[in-house]
Structures are given as structure tokens and as C-alpha cells.
């Protein structure tokens, strides 16, 4: 057997693998802590150079997940050599002092963040180089935790053209988004004109200043700002169409596809404006709260939900753009991967429906409830139940990551909720509590685990993701799912690490229900102490 097909064997569960989980955990928080930490404008906020730094800056570190992102599409086809060559580079590889020492710096440098920021006068610069010379000492030992120099160098040197495809991506990306803020006027004034006609078609007596870019009727005005001319969503389709049309590249007709990004640019342009003249009739007519509460940012994403899904039918269902549009059913793969990702966007967007109307969202609670149950009983034919028994060793991990979630939640309490529940009647203040213990414990962990671990675990895991074992390891799977598990969550890095949780259940139980049971458990010991403590802020 020759050295390349022992490396390209499986090792599921070797030391090698296991430990890039939590290196590129901490290399994946490393930049964006610091970036979140540091705030330049307490130290000076009138210097120009100093001003122009900081731009620079928080235009690198946006720009860094584009690159990222369009690295990792551009390389997925030579994944297999890649992990291979890392293999043979890291086997034996001295990783714990660098990692050790990359985890020891990035504290430092979040204590030297605080001290940084409380600095004044005028700019610190030899004391600011030193801070960005760590920064990339930080980085480079994080590197060396994964692989040696070499592997490193020879790298770059093999894939320089992706390099520069990513850094030309991620350049572009950066482009569209400032020309699309400085350009905001003429957009703006666009989104302006047409959400004033329609308000006209539902309104008798409408306000409208268009120099101030100020729309309102009935007494309630709105200013129509740069990110209410709808750049924002037209980007978000363009992104996400572009990610679509390359994961999915095989199934459609190109070029007929790229039809699609200007009918989703135009779609989302338009229902922007049909938002702001919803927002100005909800101000209106029913309450000024709910409109430039949750409703005011929440529509933006039904109205996102709805393009993009649409779109997708559309690709799948026309033969001007599928090449399967006249199969007579969809695929076996194509249904399975429906029964598990159908559930979670039900719930999603019931969740975003639900936070459109802010003030009346606890009592819409089982809207979100309902629709989970709805979707998993219609796709009740196509789940192997025996493959969600748990475990009393899944239970304990959910009740660690429960108890882990309560003590370092937030002090304050959610008083709306405490309010509302404290207006109900006996009765109906048991009904909710039991249909939130329900969607808590039974209806979110179910949909989000069919949807993170059941689907986007495998997708990663394998070229396809129905052929992929249930639990198999691998880190690019563990550590993308707990990040975008996480993502889902207000408190992100409590949700990423309990997402890694529901992870390490999957692979010690070796199926889905050691995920759902900790999940399950995890949301019961929350809800339980919340009802009994009155501490509504962990039910927000």
C-alpha cells in the first residue's frame, strides 16, 4: 500500500482530526473578538489619518469571511488532495505550543484591547503597530497549530490563482457594498417614488417630502434612510443566488440561470418598497410600535424568504432553467433533503412573522409551534423514528449545556414577557407555558437538529449528503454547524459551543437521536427553570 492511500484512508476519530476542531475553533474567533473589542473612535475620533486606519480596517475585516467564503468554493473540488497533503504535512506536527501560545496572546490582546480603548489624545501609533504586529503573530501561530510553514508555503505557491480569484472576489464584494452606500440617493429615490404610488392605492391622504425623503400618512411619518432603499436585499439575493447556482450547478441550464439575478433583484427591490408602505399603514392604522419595531426589520426578511424561495421553485420547476424540470418526481435525495430542512423553515419563518408583530409575539408563540408540527407530520412517511431513540448519556450532555446556558445568561429579565404572562388568567398562563415547554423541548429541537446535524452535517461531511454515514466526523462538518448553530442564536458563542454539545452526542450515540435528546433536554432544563424562578429573559 503506497503512503498516498494510506493518508487518503478515512481515520475518522484520529488524534490528528480531532484536534483541528478546536484550533480552527479559535482561529475562527480570534480576529472577530478583537474587532468587536476595539473601538478607535474612543481613542481619537477627529484625526484623519487615523480615521482613514480605521476604515481600512473595518473594510479588511468584513471582507475577510468573502474571501474566506470564495477560497473555500474555489478549492472544493481538490478537498480530497488538500486534506491528503495536509495529512502527510501535520502527522507529526508539534501543535499544543503554538496553539497554547496563540490562545495565551489572543488573551493578552483582549486585555490590551480595553486598556487601548481607554486611551486619548492624540493617535498611539507606535503603541497601535505593536497591536496589529501581535494581531498577526496571533494568526500565524494559530496557522502553525494546523499545519507547518511548509505545508503553508507550498500551498500558496500550488494555488496562487485562488488566492487571487478569492481576493478579487472579496475585493468586489467590499466595491459593491461602498458603491451601493455612497449611491444610496438614487436608489433611495426610486424606493421612494414607488412605495409613495402605492401607499396612494390604500391611503386617501398621504404625507410625502420627497427632498427629505419623508413618506407618511395619517399623522405617521417615516424617513426613507440608506438602508431602507433596498441595497441591503439586493445584495443579500445576489449572494445567495450566486451560492445557490454553483452548489447546484449540475441540475440547472446555464447561461438561462443568470436570468434569475435580475427577476430576484427586481423582486426584492420591489417588495421592498411594498414593506415601507405596509410599515406607514401599520403606523397608521393599528400601532406605531409594532411598525418600526419588529415589524420594520423582520419583513425585510419574510420578504428575502420569499424571493429566494421562490426562485429555487422556480429554477427546479421550469425547463427553461432545470435540465430534471419534467421528472415526474423529485429524487429520493431531493425528498430526504426536504423532510429534514422543511421543518426548521417552517419554524424560521413563522419565528419571523412572529417578530414582525413584536408586541403581540408572546401570544403568537404557537404560530411557531404549530408550523413545525404541521411540517414534521407532513413529512411524518420519510423519518426513520427508530433512529431517534436517545440515550442517558445524550440527556446528560443537554442537561450540562442547560446549566451551562442559565448560569452565564444575562442578568436582566425580560419584563415584556414577565408583563404579559402576568396579565393572562390562571388558565390561559398554563396553556402558554405549555405550549412553550412543548416547542422548547420537543417541536425547536427536533427541526433544528433534522436541519444542522441530519442535513448540513452530512452535506459537509461527504460529495453527497444522503450517502454520507449519520454520524461520521469530520471538522469541517463539526465546526461549520456549531458556527452556524451559533449564528441562529442572539447569545452566538453560548450557541456555537452548545451546537458543538449536540455534536459530540451525535458521534457518541452514532445517530440523530443522541443530537435531539440533548438538544431536547437542554431546552427542558431552560424552560423548567425559567417557569420556576421566573426568569422570562431565558424564554426571549
Given at each position: 500500500?503506497?503512503?498516498?492511500?494510506?493518508?487518503?484512508?478515512?481515520?475518522?476519530?484520529?488524534?490528528?482530526?480531532?484536534?483541528?476542531?478546536?484550533?480552527?475553533?479559535?482561529?475562527?474567533?480570534?480576529?472577530?473578538?478583537?474587532?468587536?473589542?476595539?473601538?478607535?473612535?474612543?481613542?481619537?475620533?477627529?484625526?484623519?489619518?487615523?480615521?482613514?486606519?480605521?476604515?481600512?480596517?473595518?473594510?479588511?475585516?468584513?471582507?475577510?469571511?468573502?474571501?474566506?467564503?470564495?477560497?473555500?468554493?474555489?478549492?472544493?473540488?481538490?478537498?480530497?488532495?488538500?486534506?491528503?497533503?495536509?495529512?502527510?504535512?501535520?502527522?507529526?506536527?508539534?501543535?499544543?505550543?503554538?496553539?497554547?501560545?496563540?490562545?495565551?496572546?489572543?488573551?493578552?490582546?483582549?486585555?490590551?484591547?480595553?486598556?487601548?480603548?481607554?486611551?486619548?489624545?492624540?493617535?498611539?501609533?507606535?503603541?497601535?503597530?505593536?497591536?496589529?504586529?501581535?494581531?498577526?503573530?496571533?494568526?500565524?501561530?494559530?496557522?502553525?497549530?494546523?499545519?507547518?510553514?511548509?505545508?503553508?508555503?507550498?500551498?500558496?505557491?500550488?494555488?496562487?490563482?485562488?488566492?487571487?480569484?478569492?481576493?478579487?472576489?472579496?475585493?468586489?464584494?467590499?466595491?459593491?457594498?461602498?458603491?451601493?452606500?455612497?449611491?444610496?440617493?438614487?436608489?433611495?429615490?426610486?424606493?421612494?417614488?414607488?412605495?409613495?404610488?402605492?401607499?396612494?392605492?390604500?391611503?386617501?391622504?398621504?404625507?410625502?417630502?420627497?427632498?427629505?425623503?419623508?413618506?407618511?400618512?395619517?399623522?405617521?411619518?417615516?424617513?426613507?434612510?440608506?438602508?431602507?432603499?433596498?441595497?441591503?436585499?439586493?445584495?443579500?439575493v445576489t449572494a445567495f443566488l450566486g451560492i445557490f447556482l454553483w452548489f447546484f450547478r449540475r441540475k440547472l441550464k446555464f447561461p438561462n440561470v443568470f436570468l434569475l439575478f435580475p427577476v430576484g433583484?427586481?423582486?426584492?427591490?420591489?417588495?421592498?418598497?411594498?414593506?415601507?408602505?405596509?410599515?406607514?399603514?401599520?403606523?397608521?392604522?393599528?400601532?406605531?410600535?409594532?411598525?418600526?419595531?419588529?415589524?420594520?426589520?423582520?419583513?425585510?426578511?419574510?420578504?428575502?424568504?420569499?424571493?429566494?424561495?421562490?426562485?429555487?421553485?422556480?429554477?427546479?420547476?421550469?425547463?427553461?432553467?432545470?435540465?430534471?424540470?419534467?421528472?415526474?418526481?423529485?429524487?429520493?435525495?431531493?425528498?430526504?433533503?426536504?423532510?429534514?430542512?422543511?421543518?426548521?423553515?417552517?419554524?424560521?419563518?413563522?419565528?419571523?412573522?412572529?417578530?414582525?408583530?413584536?408586541?403581540?409575539?408572546?401570544?403568537?408563540?404557537?404560530?411557531?409551534?404549530?408550523?413545525?408540527?404541521?411540517?414534521?407530520?407532513?413529512?411524518?412517511?420519510?423519518?426513520?423514528?427508530?433512529?431517534?431513540?436517545?440515550?442517558?448519556?445524550?440527556?446528560?450532555?443537554?442537561?450540562?449545556?442547560?446549566?451551562?446556558?442559565?448560569?452565564?445568561?444575562?442578568?436582566?429579565?425580560?419584563?415584556?414577557?414577565?408583563?404579559?404572562?402576568?396579565?393572562?388568567?390562571?388558565?390561559?398562563?398554563?396553556?402558554?407555558?405549555?405550549?412553550?415547554?412543548?416547542?422548547?423541548?420537543?417541536?425547536?429541537?427536533?427541526?433544528?437538529?433534522?436541519?444542522?446535524?441530519?442535513?448540513?452535517?452530512?452535506?459537509?461531511?461527504a460529495r453527497r449528503f444522503d450517502e454520507a454515514a449519520e454520524a461520521k466526523f469530520a471538522w469541517p462538518a463539526f465546526v461549520a454547524t456549531s458556527i452556524l448553530f451559533g449564528a441562529v442564536h442572539?447569545?452566538?458563542?453560548?450557541?456555537?459551543?452548545?451546537?458543538?454539545?449536540?455534536a459530540i452526542a451525535l458521534y457518541r450515540s452514532g445517530r440523530i437521536g443522541g443530537a435531539i435528546t440533548a438538544h431536547a433536554v437542554a431546552n427542558l432544563t431552560i424552560a423548567l427553570y425559567a417557569?420556576?424562578?421566573?426568569?422570562?429573559?431565558?424564554?426571549?
Amino acid at each position: 500500500m503506497t503512503v498516498d492511500a494510506e493518508i487518503a484512508r478515512p481515520r475518522a476519530g484520529t488524534p490528528l482530526v480531532r484536534r483541528a476542531g478546536p484550533v480552527l475553533l479559535l482561529a475562527a474567533i480570534e480576529i472577530p473578538v478583537l474587532a468587536t473589542l476595539f473601538n478607535p473612535l474612543s481613542i481619537n475620533d477627529d484625526d484623519p489619518l487615523w480615521l482613514a486606519v480605521r476604515q481600512a480596517l473595518r473594510t479588511g475585516v468584513r471582507a475577510l469571511p468573502c474571501f474566506v467564503a470564495a477560497l473555500a468554493v474555489v478549492l472544493w473540488p481538490r478537498r480530497a488532495a488538500l486534506v491528503a497533503q495536509w495529512r502527510i504535512a501535520a502527522a507529526g506536527l508539534r501543535w499544543r505550543a503554538p496553539f497554547l501560545a496563540s490562545a495565551s496572546l489572543f488573551a493578552l490582546l483582549c486585555v490590551l484591547t480595553v486598556w487601548l480603548n481607554a486611551q486619548a489624545g492624540p493617535p498611539p501609533w507606535g503603541l497601535f503597530s505593536f497591536y496589529l504586529g501581535a494581531n498577526l503573530v496571533m494568526t500565524a501561530l494559530a496557522a502553525l497549530a494546523i499545519a507547518p510553514a511548509s505545508f503553508w508555503r507550498d500551498a500558496a505557491w500550488r494555488e496562487w490563482p485562488g488566492l487571487l480569484i478569492a481576493a478579487g472576489a472579496s475585493a468586489l464584494v467590499a466595491a459593491a457594498a461602498w458603491l451601493s452606500q455612497s449611491s444610496w440617493s438614487a436608489l433611495s429615490a426610486a424606493t421612494f417614488r414607488v412605495s409613495a404610488f402605492l401607499l396612494t392605492l390604500i391611503e386617501s391622504e398621504v404625507t410625502s417630502n420627497p427632498g427629505a425623503r419623508i413618506l407618511g400618512a395619517d399623522g405617521f411619518k417615516v424617513s426613507i434612510a440608506a438602508q431602507c432603499s433596498g441595497y441591503e436585499g439586493v445584495g443579500m439575493v445576489t449572494a445567495f443566488l450566486g451560492i445557490f447556482l454553483w452548489f447546484f450547478r449540475r441540475k440547472l441550464k446555464f447561461p438561462n440561470v443568470f436570468l434569475l439575478f435580475p427577476v430576484g433583484i427586481a423582486a426584492i427591490w420591489f417588495l421592498n418598497s411594498v414593506r415601507i408602505a405596509a410599515l406607514i399603514f401599520i403606523g397608521a392604522h393599528v400601532s406605531p410600535e409594532i411598525a418600526v419595531g419588529g415589524f420594520h426589520s423582520e419583513a425585510g426578511w419574510l420578504m428575502f424568504l420569499i424571493v429566494t424561495l421562490s426562485l429555487m421553485w422556480a429554477s427546479y420547476k421550469t425547463p427553461f432553467f432545470s435540465r430534471a424540470a419534467n421528472d415526474a418526481a423529485p429524487s429520493p435525495a431531493a425528498r430526504k433533503a426536504a423532510a429534514l430542512l422543511a421543518p426548521f423553515l417552517a419554524v424560521t419563518a413563522a419565528g419571523i412573522f412572529i417578530s414582525a408583530f413584536s408586541n403581540a409575539s408572546p401570544a403568537l408563540y404557537g404560530l411557531k409551534v404549530t408550523a413545525g408540527a404541521l411540517v414534521l407530520f407532513a413529512f411524518r412517511r420519510d423519518y426513520d423514528f427508530a433512529r431517534w431513540k436517545g440515550s442517558l448519556e445524550s440527556a446528560g450532555i443537554g442537561f450540562l449545556v442547560g446549566a451551562a446556558w442559565i448560569a452565564t445568561a444575562p442578568a436582566a429579565q425580560d419584563g415584556a414577557l414577565g408583563a404579559y404572562l402576568g396579565a393572562l388568567s390562571p388558565g390561559q398562563q398554563t396553556l402558554w407555558l405549555a405550549a412553550r415547554v412543548v416547542g422548547a423541548a420537543a417541536i425547536i429541537p427536533i427541526t433544528e437538529e433534522l436541519a444542522f446535524r441530519g442535513y448540513l452535517h452530512r452535506a459537509l461531511s461527504a460529495r453527497r449528503f444522503d450517502e454520507a454515514a449519520e454520524a461520521k466526523f469530520a471538522w469541517p462538518a463539526f465546526v461549520a454547524t456549531s458556527i452556524l448553530f451559533g449564528a441562529v442564536h442572539e447569545r452566538w458563542l453560548a450557541g456555537a459551543l452548545s451546537g458543538a454539545a449536540f455534536a459530540i452526542a451525535l458521534y457518541r450515540s452514532g445517530r440523530i437521536g443522541g443530537a435531539i435528546t440533548a438538544h431536547a433536554v437542554a431546552n427542558l432544563t431552560i424552560a423548567l427553570y425559567a417557569i420556576a424562578f421566573g426568569a422570562w429573559g431565558l424564554l426571549s
